[in-house]
């Protein structure tokens, strides 16, 4: 089967040092072309990975990709408020998309974003790699399968600190705070665990330690996902704490990954005592694979953007009971 072109576009850390190295453990995409406004990292990728003059691209010469069919996957990488500006480009350039998390900065981009979709007949997808993690598939079937006992309640927290002045750091390029940068990995762990979607959530904000740093976002957030059968997903986000967790407490023990979300050296360990071990997974070229396999055989994305939405919705409802201080429930 042909392999699938990809063009990476915005070429910072994740883009450099995560995905364009995963291109060499891809089975069914490749690097086709990169789009970068710094034309020192187009020359990185051409003596790094062998591209050619012709394959980068600057972002004034975005519409030309529409005549390049090497390129059939087009990767958004870059900060969140430019998610649905350059997402929508790309489909109206007769590209399939992959967007990487969030979504967009609002719902109202999500939303653009799946009109703009169903517009033009090309798909998006969201780079929620670690669906296509072992130890995340093993949490998913230790959930379902009460292998250490019935499910009460599941721990999740994913912390990191960024340096000031980051664009991360500003309510207007990200859309928020660690939520919608980190805290989005614990939603989407506790819907892909348990196979259900949130009907109720609560949020507290804990009191900024940087005021200068947290100017108008979140420094850090504890939030609770209510379940349609009970069971609360207890979870926390910081921009000022170091943590990487998910837990499933059970009647008869736990199970956890500690590490969880990082991009290797994941770790699981079990009450029972069971020894639960898999080799290096590369993430991100198993994800490019299965979105890519989707797009030719004309399948559903296992990652589709109606996921994305579904999140930036949640992390509205989580937004307006942190404001409020109240329940929220919702809709999708």
């Excluded at 230790?142 to 292998?147: A, C, F, N």
């Excluded at 664009?167 to 940068?181: M, Y």
């Excluded at 504890?222 to 349609?228: A, I, K, N, R």
Aim: glycine share 8%; hydrophobic share 35%; aromatic share 8%.
């Amino acid at each position: 089967m042909k392999k699938s072109g990809i063009a990476l576009l915005g070429l910072g850390y994740y883009a450099t040092q995560q995905l364009a190295p995963a291109f060499r453990e891809t089975r069914h995409c490749y690097l086709a072309a990169v789009i970068t406004g710094d034309r020192n990292k187009g020359d990185h990728f051409i003596h790094e990975y062998g591209l050619t003059e012709r394959q980068v691209y600057t972002y004034d010469q975005f519409e030309a990709i529409r005549q390049d069919d090497t390129i059939e996957i087009i990767y958004v990488v870059l900060p969140h408020h430019l998610h649905a500006e350059f997402t929508i480009r790309a489909l109206e350039a007769g590209k399939h998309v992959i967007c990487e998390k969030p979504m967009g900065a609002t719902v109202a981009d999500a939303e653009q974003m799946m009109a703009a979709s169903k517009r033009t007949g090309k798909s998006i997808s969201i780079g929620y790699r670690l669906h296509f993690d072992p130890y995340h598939q093993e949490m998913i079937r230790l959930y379902k399968d009460q292998v250490v006992g019935k499910p009460l309640s599941i721990e999740c927290s994913f912390s990191f600190v960024p340096p000031k002045n980051v664009w991360r750091l500003s309510k207007e390029a990200s859309g928020g705070g660690p939520l919608v940068d980190v805290g989005i990995y614990c939603i989407q762990a506790a819907c892909y665990i348990t196979g259900q979607l949130p009907v109720a959530v609560t949020a507290q904000s804990l009191p900024v330690t940087d005021p200068e740093k947290f100017n108008g976002i979140e420094d850090t957030l504890s939030f609770q996902l209510e379940m349609p059968d009970g069971l609360i997903v207890h979870c926390r986000t910081s921009f000022s704490e170091t943590s990487s967790h998910l837990r499933i407490n059970t009647d008869n023990g736990w199970a956890e990954l500690n590490p969880a979300f990082n991009y290797n050296g994941l770790q699981m360990i079990r009450s029972d005592g069971v020894l639960t071990t898999f080799p290096p997974c590369p993430q991100q070229a198993l994800q490019m694979d299965a979105i890519a396999q989707a797009i030719r055989q004309n399948g559903p994305s296992p990652v589709p953007g109606s996921m994305g939405l579904r999140d930036m919705k949640i992390i509205e409802a989580l937004y307006t009971s942190m404001e409020a201080g109240i329940k929220v429930p919702l809709q999708y």
